[in-house]
């Protein structure tokens, strides 16, 4: 099969899109299929195997880490594609990539599908606080709803996700296909080295989170757990936050009042492979209580490491952990989830049955199942991809981003 994929997002900006590109990308490839993927220029050296385009982009305002393709650039980069070398477009954020692989599909005549990567409704607020955040609710809904039955067909990460969208109105034919781990996921790595280069003593009880330091991964939740912890049964108890993002200067802020800053070591994005690998493998214990995941694949790249879990079960990460391997399942309650860490941190043999149970339990979510069922879901399509609205077909090919008059 020979897809078209197109992001507004992808390495070197990590997170969970870029990586689930990433995985299926490789499987396809490894299966013998055609797959040319689209993405933003970033403006520095990328280290892109062939069937990676970069297209021009700029800064955008509320989120520096984050680039916006220029639309006249995407447009021609699209013009010289030839629409006999694709059976399907799979488009993968709701932005500019959205607008162009929706218009491209329907000039091509192939069938057009997207994943809902993110919970916009628990997301926008955090960016943009112009609107108060019921009315940011109402406009994602609002917005996902018409763009999603623009489509042929629909991919979400989890059955959280399916129900909500079935809730905002989406017709569109769904299937919930979850990225799947790719193989470096279960790379050893070395904590004990990492723990070292931290400062952090042999025996220091120490904890884990990676992820994006960004506001709705509700990072400042576990900052307060540690506290808890520090104040009661562990005074030396030590937060790795591997990852970048802007919430970062506030938790900083916070750490510094709750005095923690003793505590806390940020180390910024890790490699993916034997450095993030190690960065995981360096904690008793990884902790997460993010309220917006459409699946929560760390808990899963965690589990696959031996690295027991303690989370709180909301959205996407239901579907990991209603299993209830390799992880402890903890409220929102600053006491309660610190009970649990405690649970892990004081208990040598429960860490350990946790920890196997989680390697084993992770390697069901490999990358292989997921891809094969995307792979069925694409052929679903192409057999009896329904007609396109009138209002998304209308316009020329040349123009697929539906905007013209930008510079590139």
């Not at 899109?17 to 396809?28: A, D, G, L, N, W």
């Not at 990567?117 to 709803?145: D, G, I, Q």
């Not at 903890?330 to 860490?341: K, L, T, Y």
């Not at 009138?390 to 539906?402: D, K, L, V, Y």
Request: charged letters at 20%; aromatic letters at 8%; hydrophobic letters at 40%.
């Amino acid at each position: 099969m020979r897809i078209l994929m197109l992001s507004d997002v992808y390495f070197p900006r990590v997170n969970g899109v870029s990586t689930s590109i990433q995985t299926f990308r490789h499987e396809f490839r490894r299966l013998g299929h055609h797959i040319q993927v689209v993405a933003p220029d970033y403006g520095q050296a990328t280290p892109d195997e062939d069937g990676i385009s970069r297209v021009g982009s700029r800064r955008v305002l509320f989120d520096p880490e984050d680039r916006m393709m220029r639309p006249r650039a995407l447009s021609r980069r699209l013009a010289a594609l030839n629409g006999r070398d694709f059976d399907l477009v799979h488009i993968q954020t709701p932005f500019v990539a959205h607008y162009a692989g929706l218009r491209l599909a329907r000039c091509w005549g192939v069938p057009c599908v997207e994943t809902y990567h993110t919970f916009f409704e628990e997301y926008l607020f955090h960016y943009l606080p112009v609107l108060p955040k019921n009315a940011w609710r109402a406009v994602a809904r609002l917005l996902s709803r018409r763009q999603c039955n623009h489509l042929d067909g629909l991919v979400v990460p989890s059955q959280a996700m399916r129900q909500i969208l079935v809730g905002y109105g989406v017709r569109t034919p769904m299937r919930v296909i979850p990225t799947g781990m790719p193989g470096e996921a279960f790379q050893e790595g070395d904590g004990a080295a990492f723990r070292a280069r931290l400062g952090i003593a042999a025996g220091q009880p120490t904890l884990v989170f990676v992820g994006r330091v960004a506001f709705e991964k509700n990072i400042e939740f576990l900052l307060r757990v540690v506290r808890e912890i520090q104040q009661t049964t562990h005074p030396d108890v030590v937060l790795i936050i591997a990852g970048e993002g802007p919430a970062e200067g506030r938790l900083r802020r916070l750490s510094a009042k709750l005095g923690l800053d003793a505590h806390l070591r940020f180390t910024g994005y890790l490699n993916r492979g034997s450095e993030l690998n190690s960065g995981y493998q360096a904690g008793d214990a990884f902790i997460f209580a993010s309220r917006t995941e459409t699946q929560g694949l760390v808990l899963l790249e965690a589990m696959s490491l031996g690295v027991p879990v303690v989370s709180t079960a909301v959205m996407g990460t239901c579907d990991i952990l209603a299993a209830g391997r390799g992880a402890l399942v903890a409220e929102e309650d600053v006491a309660r989830f610190a009970a649990q860490v405690r649970r892990v941190l004081d208990d040598p043999e429960l860490r350990q049955r946790l920890g196997a149970e989680g390697r084993a339990y992770a390697r069901q979510w490999t990358a292989e199942g997921p891809t094969q069922k995307l792979l069925a879901f694409y052929e679903e399509l192409q057999s009896g991809r329904p007609s396109p609205p009138s209002s998304i077909a209308e316009g020329p090919c040349h123009h697929a981003t539906g905007n013209s008059s930008e510079k590139s």
